[in-house]
């Protein structure tokens, strides 16, 4: 069981480009959550999927971030027009079903280290 | 609003000491409280679960509803438990985590 996958690990953009971040979910697995964590700060909730669906995106930013998990394929973050302050690490978590945090099946990757110069 | 405060950005204790890392939130609802520990860049692993009332690698955590606290414990620390501690918040009814902003714990030989 290989766990919740991401790639690339660290990615660089210059500003104005876009970048793409993939979440391979635990085999099995189909929700898909998206965290950010902006240096000096803990980790910040962005969205939940399952596939196909946005079941809550209340962390989201209202401009230029999506998500989307296919029903083939991993969940991917797109940022278009990426900017300074979205240098940040972006962590991936899947689980089984809705009600998994006390179940302990929720399993976090490894993150995803965006820079932007 | 909900929020989870980790007053110690660093904390350094020799091996052997006590360790206690503080964790304050505030929240109206009932609360579901966790630790994640994370070892050098490695993924976030869960730690323990305030509704377990169990011990992981010699840790315990209490719930404390007036003092809304849950401190992470753990008598007599080891080197292997240098990491970085998140202390978490779950929101009721609500798939999602609101995280305190960490602690680095460092054990000194």
């Known amino acids: 069981n290989a766990g919740v996958m991401q790639n690339p690990r660290h990615l660089v953009r210059r500003r104005g480009q876009e970048a793409r971040l993939r979440c391979s979910p635990v085999k099995g697995h189909s929700h898909v959550y998206w965290y950010r964590q902006l240096p000096e700060e803990g980790l910040k909730f962005m969205v939940y999927l399952q596939k196909e669906n946005i079941i809550d995106e209340s962390g989201m930013p209202k401009e230029r971030f999506s998500a989307e998990f296919p029903k083939e394929g991993p969940s991917i973050l797109r940022i278009q027009q990426v900017v300074r302050g979205d240098s940040a690490a972006y962590f991936c978590?899947?689980?089984?079903?809705?009600?998994?945090?006390?179940?302990?099946?929720?399993?976090f990757g490894e993150g995803s280290w965006l820079t932007v110069v | 609003a909900q929020r989870v405060t980790q007053p110690e950005k660093l904390l350094s204790v020799f091996k052997g000491a006590p360790v206690e890392l503080k964790c304050n939130y505030s929240?109206?609802?009932?609360?579901?409280l966790f630790w994640y520990v994370q070892y050098s860049r490695q993924r976030l692993q869960l730690l323990l679960r305030?509704?377990s009332r169990e011990s992981i690698k010699g840790f315990t955590a209490d719930l404390n509803k007036g003092e809304t606290s849950f401190h992470l414990k753990k008598p007599f620390a080891q080197e292997e438990d240098s990491a970085m501690y998140y202390c978490a918040l779950r929101i009721q009814g609500a798939q999602k985590l609101v995280f305190g902003q960490g602690t680095r714990l460092t054990i000194n030989p």
């Open positions: 929240y109206s609802g009932s609360p579901e």
């Open positions: 978590a899947s689980s089984p079903n809705w009600d998994s945090f006390s179940g302990n099946t929720i399993y």
């Open positions: 305030h509704i």
